[in-house]
């Protein structure tokens, strides 16, 4: 989808809206959605699949909002409600029937991959996303958001495990950011970071490359990127979101900086690359 020139035409694309867009190229998303394998015979199948929306969810608005190190955290309004509504999925499917979860999945995917094509269809750099050290191990002051918290923290004991490295100031940093949810201002930021700690718990524990073999099963050339994809995501992700909306519990200001723009420059700098190679 991310090289499909048919997405742009010569329309501008923060002209799509949502259903401007369902109009508009309806039968290209059906035939997408085609693609994903939804088959739900046995409970095992729904875990699978449930899995999958839920790494996509998370690939779109997480990894979809970061644009580098050194640049501001877009936080995009509209693919965050793509994590916080796939958490209610498994409640729903069960009260149903297999083809009626079946269908129920295959609906959410279609409405997430709409919207983020309505976003700017944002790639993923995971290379980039995951090479960066985990909170709270410090990194590079040149970055935007620091990962260590703001403020004047407390100074651990000597006789504290740990007591020379980060972890003794901030042992979990899922402490931190749930904490700092349970009294942010902005309700959105406290469903996206309940979402993710709840993923986290689920899936933190995979490790680099574990897709691979599923997406490449029948013979697809797979992207080298998702052979970065780990259960980092999840922490990486709510920490940025977390940085971007502000440390409430540590001082800062809730920004309110949810991004509700459409990624029209890096839309038109990607069309103005595949016109130069022939390719739109």
Known sequence: MLRDPRFFGNRTLDKHEFA??????????????????CQIETQEDLEARMEE????ATLMYGVGSWDGNEAEYRADFFTAHI????????????????????????????????????????SFALKDFTSRPLPPVPNAPSSKYSNTLPGILPTPAACALSST??????ANPWYAILADALVHPNEHLCKVQRALAH????YGHREAGFVLESLSKDGVDVNPEYGYLDGSVFL????????????????????GAWNYQEFQKAVLEELELMKGQGRA
Request: glycine share 6%; with cysteine; net charge positive.
């Open 20 to 37: 401007a867009m369902l109009e508009s190229h309806g039968e290209i998303f059906v035939k997408y959605g085609e693609l994903w394998d």
């Open 199 to 202: 993923f986290n718990l689920l």
């Open 236 to 255: 990486r992700t709510a920490w940025l979101t977390a940085s971007a909306l502000g440390w409430v519990t540590h001082g800062e200001e809730n920004t």
């Open 83 to 122: 994590v916080t509504s796939v958490l209610f999925i498994p409640t729903i499917c069960a009260y149903l029937s297999r083809e009626s979860q079946r269908k129920l999945l295959r609906a959410h995917f279609l409405t997430s991959i709409t919207w983020w094509v309505v976003r700017g269809r944002p």
């Open 165 to 170: 490295t980060p972890y003794a100031g901030n």
């Open 53 to 56: 929306l839920i790494w996509a």
